[in-house]
T-cell receptor, first 110, second 116 residues
Framework: GQNIDQPTEMTATEGAIVQINCTYQ??????LFWYQQHAGEAPTFLSY????GLEEKGRFSSFLSRSKGYSYLLLKELQMKDSASYLC???????????FGAGTQVVVTP | GAVVSQHPSRVICKSGTSVKIECRSL??????MFWYRQFPKQSLMLMATSNEGSKATYEQGVEKDKFLINHASLTLSTLTVTSAHPEDSSFYIC????????????FGPGTRLTVL
């Protein structure tokens, strides 16, 4: 079966750094996405990794190791508006079908 | 670019009625659209994959006769919840992609369905 695991919740203070880990075991791999979702809203795209290594985009970076079935999303210089759920999703087929993890709720405190 | 809209954003209906939700890609042609359902404090669960001009592919456990999907054009897919019941109350979200595979999926804003 498909398994995508990420922590349920993480708390950090404004200005700090938080790393959200995601491990996956899927039948096939076509890329890994990170999305941000605020309560009651649809997910917004943050990053996409298909090759091993680090992708940096401003305050957000995402890392992938395909051999380990592992990714992380790094959020730097945390702001209050970063409080949201962060979803790790793996695409396993040519149609781009996404399998989502349960999401990690990040709480940023003053 | 890459904007996906959904209509309606919120709907309340009586048990037994049918509800249609539209998903449109506004500035690109979507070869594939996906429909998800999200219950409170849970992640998105894929319901079905919809390709323009062909029948939708449903995930295991999703009743195709209850959740009718029509992908009539490259910019429009509709989900009809037939004979809705309170347990169908959920947040329904569509996404669209141009070529599948590793292409980014762009999500619509979601439709909050409440069945009384």
């Amino acid at each position: 079966g498909q398994n995508i695991d990420q922590p349920t919740e993480m708390t950090a203070t404004e200005g700090a750094i938080v790393q959200i880990n995601c491990t996956y075991q899927t039948s096939g791999f076509n890329g890994l996405f990170w999305y941000q979702q605020h309560a009651g809203e649809a997910p917004t795209f943050l990053s996409y990794n298909v090759l091993d290594g680090l992708e940096e985009k401003g305050r957000f970076s995402s890392f992938l190791s395909r051999s380990k079935g592992y990714s992380y999303l790094l959020l730097k210089e945390l702001q209050m508006k970063d409080s949201a759920s962060y979803l790790c999703a793996v695409t396993t087929d040519s149609w781009g079908k996404l399998q989502f993890g349960a999401g990690t709720q990040v709480v940023v405190t003053p | 670019g890459a904007v996906v809209s959904q209509h309606p954003s919120r709907v309340i209906c009586k048990s037994g009625t049918s509800v249609k939700i539209e998903c449109r890609s506004l500035d690109f042609q979507a070869t594939t659209m996906f429909w998800y359902r999200q219950f409170p404090k849970q992640s998105l669960m894929l319901m079905a994959t919809s390709n323009e001009g062909s029948k939708a592919t449903y995930e295991q456990g999703v009743e195709k006769d209850k959740f009718l999907i029509n992908h009539a054009s490259l910019t429009l897919s509709t989900l009809t919840v037939t004979s809705a019941h309170p347990e169908d109350s959920s947040f329904y979200i569509c996404s669209a992609t141009t070529s599948g595979g590793g292409d980014t999926q762009y999500f619509g804003p979601g439709t909050r369905l409440t069945v009384l």
